[in-house]
Structures are given as C-alpha cells and as structure tokens.
C-alpha cells in the first residue's frame, strides 16, 4: 500500500504542476503532439476509448 500512496501522491503533484492531460479529448491531443509520456486508462473504459488512444 505505501507504494499505492507514492503513485498517488506523485499524480497530484503533476496535476498541480499542469502536466497531466485529463479525460479522452486532451489525452489524444497530448499523445498526438508528441507531448504525452504515459497513457492511463481505466479498467472500465469502453472500448471505443481504448481504440482512440494510440
């Protein structure tokens, strides 16, 4: 669990810090730009979401 709370705390930081593209729209931006690094996607996600994402 501490190592859950580390990841956790680190996405908040990045979130604060602006570098975090939320939601499908600004995740494929981010990608497509060459600007995104990680894609994380939810276990419930359609699969017409996951197919968007390259």
Same mark, same amino acid.
């Given at each position: 669990?501490? +190592? +859950? +709370?580390?990841? $956790?705390? &680190? &996405? =908040? $930081?990045?979130?604060?810090? @602006? /570098?975090?593209?939320? =939601? *499908? #729209?600004?995740? *494929? /931006?981010?990608?497509?730009?060459?600007? @995104? #690094? &990680?894609? $994380?996607?939810?276990?419930?996600?359609? *699969? +017409?979401?996951? *197919?968007?994402?390259?």
């Amino acid at each position: 669990m501490k +190592n +859950n +709370n580390k990841v $956790l705390s &680190l &996405l =908040g $930081l990045a979130t604060k810090a @602006g /570098k975090i593209a939320s =939601g *499908e #729209f600004s995740t *494929e /931006k981010s990608v497509k730009s060459g600007k @995104g #690094f &990680l894609v $994380l996607v939810a276990a419930d996600a359609s *699969e +017409n979401t996951k *197919e968007k994402i390259p």
